[in-house]
Structures are given as C-alpha cells and as structure tokens.
C-alpha cells in the first residue's frame, strides 16, 4: 500500500553509464516531482509534472530527462552519468499545484557514481 | 523569488526537554509554509503547514509553528521532545507565483539526547 514508490532503492554505477529510476504513485495525484538532496540534505527541485505535461524544469543538465508516460508514473533516465550526480533521488506527488498541496515524497534513491 | 534560511544546522537537546527549530523566510509575494521532518533513510513527510488564518498550528504529535509575517518567521516548536523526534526537519515555503514551486531550506538536525 506504498503511495509513492521509488526503484531502485540504491543504484551504484561507473562514470559514463545511462541509468533510470522509476516512481509510480497511488494516491490519485496530478504532479509528480524529482527532487535532488546532496550530501549536505540540501533538497532542490529538478522537475515537475502535472498531468504528464512539462511544468517546472530547473536549470537542470540535459543528461536528465524525466518521462511521465501517464499521471501516476515520473520516470528519471541519466545519461552519462558523473560523479557529482551522486546524490538520493526523491519523487514526489502532490494533487494539483496550489498553495493546499502538500508534497508526499518517496523514499529515495541513493545513486553512487565511482 | 523564494527563499528559505534555517539558522541551525544542529540542534542536540536532552529528553523532555523544550525546543525550537528556526527558520526565515524571503519572498515578495505572499507565501504558504510548511514543515517536513525526515527520519534517516525515508522520504520527508509533512508535519505542518500554514496557509492563512490563525497564525499558530499544531501538528498530531505536539509540535506547533508560528507564521509571524513582520519577522517573516515560522519557528517551530515542542514543548518535551522524545528520542523518537530525532530527525532532519524542514521548513519549506511554496509562493503564489512562479509554478508554486516549493522551495526547502538546508534542514535542522534535531538529536534528542537521553
């Protein structure tokens, strides 16, 4: 009964790969969200999604892009991975993108880039 | 734009007793605030928010905030803190413009001592 659910849970890869982390949602929400937390648990927003259309895009390198293939689902895929990209990884929903949506977050994804 | 400053990066205090987490905030139009708290290897989970009316909310486990707009302040605080508040806490403030985005400020450790 997770409401956002988040694979892998930890994700360990060479400089130079292409990987993907996917979320999925069932809470019947409209936005999803990818969040980056450093090491420092600074959290920064990278993207939002509000019924699969495009919303927030921060300034964000071009190696990330997220896919939403339907409201429920917020896909992350990295290319060419560095090692400044080590960081966890949090989706995130919310119902609509007022002011009274509060966020529910995944559980994370810890990436180690080596 | 936002901006979000929590002025303890740490905060270690003993069972039972009182504590408050502090946090400032910039904006130049008018804001809502909440607090997250993340416990260690989760996603953040809301705690609180204030979006208008009474300046003092409650959160179900006995912490509370205060929205003072003259300080642009929203400290939180609990009056007896158990071991189990031990956590990362963060206070966030989501904008009526700008795709209501939601901006976090670094977090505060609170370490709850026995």
């Known amino acids: 009964d997770t409401a956002v659910s988040q694979t892998p849970k930890y994700l360990v890869t060479q400089m130079g790969n292409d990987k993907s982390i996917k979320c999925e949602q069932n809470?019947?929400?409209?936005?999803m969200y990818w969040y980056k937390q450093d090491s420092k648990k600074f959290l920064k927003i990278m993207f939002s999604y509000n019924n699969k259309e495009l919303i927030i895009n921060e300034t964000v390198p071009n190696r990330f892009s997220p896919k939403s293939p339907d409201k429920a689902h917020l896909n992350l895929h990295i290319n060419s991975l560095e090692l400044g990209d080590s960081a966890v990884y949090f989706c995130?929903?919310?119902?609509?993108?007022?002011?009274?949506?509060?966020?529910?977050f995944g559980n994370g994804t810890r990436l180690t880039v080596t | 734009a936002q901006s979000v400053t929590q002025l303890d990066s740490q905060v270690p205090v003993f069972e039972e007793a009182p504590v408050e987490l502090r946090c400032n905030y910039s904006?130049?139009?008018?804001?809502?605030l909440f607090w997250y708290v993340q416990y260690p290897n989760q996603g953040l989970q809301l705690l609180l928010k204030?979006?208008?009316?009474?300046?003092l909310v409650e959160s179900i486990n006995g912490f509370e905030a205060e929205f003072n707009k003259s300080q642009t302040s929203f400290h939180l605080r609990k009056p007896s803190v158990h071991i189990s508040d031990t956590a990362e806490y963060f206070c966030a403030v989501r904008g009526v413009t700008g795709g209501f985005k939601t901006i976090f400020g670094a977090g505060t450790r609170l370490f709850v001592k026995a």
């Open positions: 809470l019947g929400h409209d936005t």
């Open positions: 904006s130049s139009v008018s804001v809502y």
């Open positions: 204030y979006l208008s009316g009474s300046t």
């Open positions: 995130a929903s919310s119902l609509g993108r007022g002011p009274n949506s509060p966020l529910h």
